[in-house]
């Protein structure tokens, strides 16, 4: 069975950094791109970064583009969202995605960006 698992999220204070990770299992991971997603309260779903299962980057939201940094490490299954400089519209929870014959995520961790 497909398994997403993400991990990293907290509370951070802006200018802050945070490192999110999501651990996959279930399938051959290193044949398949990988994204992270996030939603906040009360706003749509919204892709922020996709990466190819070599490890290039496909696509970074505008609005985080040259302050989030995706990559993956296939030898462990996992995809990294690594945050810096981070802004309270940051805030918001982060999913990590596959997409195989059918999209599969993860249960979700909180980012909260607040002084």
């Known amino acids: 069975q497909v398994q997403l698992v993400e991990s990293g999220g907290g509370l951070v204070q802006p200018g802050g950094s945070l490192r999110l990770s999501c651990l996959a299992s279930?399938?051959?991971?290193?044949?398949?791109?990988m994204r992270w997603y996030r939603q906040a309260p009360g706003k749509e779903r919204e892709l922020v970064a996709g990466?190819?299962?070599?490890?290039?980057?496909?696509e970074y939201q505008e609005a985080v583009k040259g302050r989030f940094t995706i990559s993956r490490d296939n030898a462990k299954n996992t995809v990294y969202l690594q945050m810096n400089s981070l802004k309270t519209e940051d805030t918001a929870v982060y999913y990590c995605?596959?997409?195989?014959?059918?999209?599969?995520w993860g249960q979700g961790t909180q980012v909260t960006v607040s002084s």
């Open positions: 279930g399938f051959t991971f290193r044949a398949y791109a």
């Open positions: 990466i190819s299962p070599s490890g290039f980057p496909l």
């Open positions: 995605n596959c997409q195989l014959r059918e999209n599969y």
